[in-house]
């Protein structure tokens, strides 16, 4: 019999429902899984009575025949997402010992669909990080490794690394994440798994620790496309108490899933082409479009012009917001206070900041604070919002011609710590292919397709019109199909 | 762009995060850069394009101004790093 912790969110939810197995063999299962995984340090807290308490609910439930959606299904849960009563530090020590007294929006609804909590994952400070390594609690290390026998220990990706992470290393079935820039995406490329950004307003942000909030959204990390189709159900849904959420009911995206593309035109965006990709990127990338065509699908050359300036744009406006989300933490209300001897309030906000904040959080923060300053702000943030207009427009034009894209979700594969943290400018280019799509809020998500000449898993992006994320995780069911992506990393933690 | 130490001092203040002089040192190059790169964007035509301000036209809605959650202040003060007499409490401000 295989492990319970090798099987996926709908494999548990059905045999759960069938009998197969109870819920409470299942949660202990992930229970020792977590706990074993200590090394790749995906979690910055461990909640195992969160886990075992649904489970243990979920089989009272299938008892009286009142079964959950996600009945018997245990998550990890972002540190981005506040939780009610466990601590919630987004990643920083200026968060450290902060305990909500209130549940994040999607967070409620995946526990009121029955799903348990495992822990809360860790992941770069703030969101801000493509990599892990940003985090306050120590970087993520990726369950994978090279097949050089060197055993550098890899990043994850970022911002959702710990999410990343233990989803492929199976300490959980599911996870959330959130992408501002490509933090669910590229981490799902890094470790050979699947995530979706959905459109902006799909998940509500009430209770998600902000970073760029025109950016944010949350979305599921789980290790196939169905999985991610029933967790992004559950996640989904308007909320009164996010002035940006959408009023619109929540599709049916995994019964309606169909692999079958008959009709669709799928858009190959010429500028996506870059200069310093691997070859192998490129080869993964070309058998996608093979794929696609033979799921019945018309491939299209299109053209988005202003591509090259969605990242330098996306690094005015989220480090803009950024600095305005950010200046709540200064002591007062909540987190960590330093009050230097003889000070006054300037000084405890100064040194508070200074002591709790790292390095990247306090680099954007500058940033942004710099570009909003009196007499920069026409030139750098109004410029970048009128760049991002021309963004949008650009997507608006090729969705005459094309249904969904299809690109390579991240310029490499998984890189090794340490690698390219003094660089801040090459980290930033990790997300080049992820955020034009979050700057003009349109689904997206990334499944694995192939491995690269390291044995290292590879990703592709599909990017959708805004609310047609079934036609999204369509296409990402038709590359799974083909791919039959069944690399997994060995254990050795 | 180019930043000096002085500029680095001076985002810093607005910022309200105190900077040693080994940290201004690092920064000035390090922002320099971030934003000459970013200085790309002025070849960009924008003449006539409005600045976007939301990604899916949405109308934000309006409710009665009327109290919905209340009665909590001792949640809200729960995780304050100093509260005193149902307030939260910061340094002597005003002589």
């Given amino acids: ?493 | 762009m180019s930043v000096d130490k002085h500029i680095v001092r001076h985002i810093a203040k607005l910022a309200r995060i105190a900077v040693s002089d080994d940290e201004v040192a690092a920064l000035a190059p390090e922002l320099s850069n971030i934003l000459g790169w970013i200085e790309q964007l002025q070849e960009v035509d924008v003449a006539g394009v409005e600045p976007m301000t939301a990604v899916i036209p949405n109308r934000l809605r309006l409710r009665d101004d009327v109290v919905t959650e209340g009665g909590i202040q001792a949640d809200v003060l729960r995780n304050a790093p100093a509260a005193e007499h149902g307030f939260f409490a910061v340094p002597k401000v005003i002589e």
């Fill in chain 1, 1 to 493: 019999m295989t492990s319970l912790t090798d099987l996926g969110v709908a494999a548990i939810r059905d045999g759960v429902r069938d009998g197969a197995f109870s819920a409470r063999e299942v949660a202990e299962a992930f229970v020792g899984a977590v706990e074993k995984g200590r090394l790749l340090n995906a979690f910055v807290v461990e909640t195992p009575e969160r886990a075992l308490s649904a489970a243990d609910a979920a089989d009272e439930a299938r008892a009286i025949d009142a079964l959950k959606p996600l009945s018997g299904v245990p998550l990890g849960i972002k540190d981005l997402f506040a939780t009610k009563g466990v601590q919630t530090t987004a990643g920083s020590r200026i968060l450290e010992g902060f305990e909500p007294v209130y549940e994040s929006t999607v967070s409620a609804r995946l526990f009121a669909a029955g799903a348990g909590m495992l822990g809360k994952l860790n992941m770069d400070e703030f969101a801000m990080g493509s990599s892990n390594e940003t985090s306050g609690y120590g970087p993520v290390i990726s369950p994978w490794r090279r097949s050089d026998g060197g055993n550098a220990p890899l990043a994850p990706g970022g911002s959702s690394g710990g999410s990343a992470a233990a989803v492929a290393g199976r300490l959980c079935p599911g996870a959330t994440g959130t992408d501002t820039g490509g933090s669910i995406r590229q981490p799902a490329a890094f470790v050979g798994i699947s995530g979706i950004k959905p459109t902006y307003g799909r998940c509500s942000r009430w209770g998600i620790v902000a970073f760029a909030s025109s950016l944010d959204q949350a979305g599921p990390m789980a290790r196939d496309v169905r999985d991610c189709a029933i967790l992004l159900e559950a996640m989904s849904g308007f909320d009164p108490k996010d002035a940006t959420s959408l009023d619109l009911p929540v599709p049916r995206w995994e019964t309606n899933l169909d692999a079958d593309l008959k009709g669709k035109r799928v858009g190959i965006p010429r500028e996506y082409r870059i200069d310093g990709v691997s070859e192998d990127i490129g080869r993964v990338w070309d058998q996608g479009i093979a794929w696609l065509k033979d799921a019945g699908a018309e491939i299209v050359e299109v053209s988005l012009p202003h591509t090259r300036y969605a990242l330098p744009a996306y690094y005015i406006i989220a480090p803009a917001e950024a600095s305005s989300n950010l200046a709540r933490y200064d002591g007062v209300r909540y987190g960590r206070r330093v009050q230097p001897e003889q000070g006054g309030l300037a000084d405890m906000y100064e040194a508070t900041r200074a002591a709790g904040f790292g390095a990247e959080v306090k680099r954007r923060i500058m940033i942004g604070t710099y570009v909003l300053s009196a007499g920069f702000y026409d030139a750098y943030f109004n410029r970048a919002q009128k760049v991002r207009a021309l963004i949008a427009r650009d997507f608006e034009e090729v969705w005459k011609e094309a249904d969904l894209l299809l690109t390579p979700t991240a310029p490499s594969a998984a890189f090794a710590l340490g690698e390219k943290s003094a660089d801040p400018i090459a980290m930033y280019l990790n997300d080049v292919f992820a955020v034009p799509a979050s700057l003009a809020g349109l689904p997206a998500m990334s499944v694995p397709a192939g491995v690269d000449g390291q044995g290292l898993p590879l990703g592709l992006q599909i990017v959708g019109k805004a609310l047609d994320e079934q036609g999204v995780l369509d296409a990402g069911l038709a590359i799974e199909q083909r791919a039959g992506f069944t690399y997994r990393p060995e254990a050795w933690w």
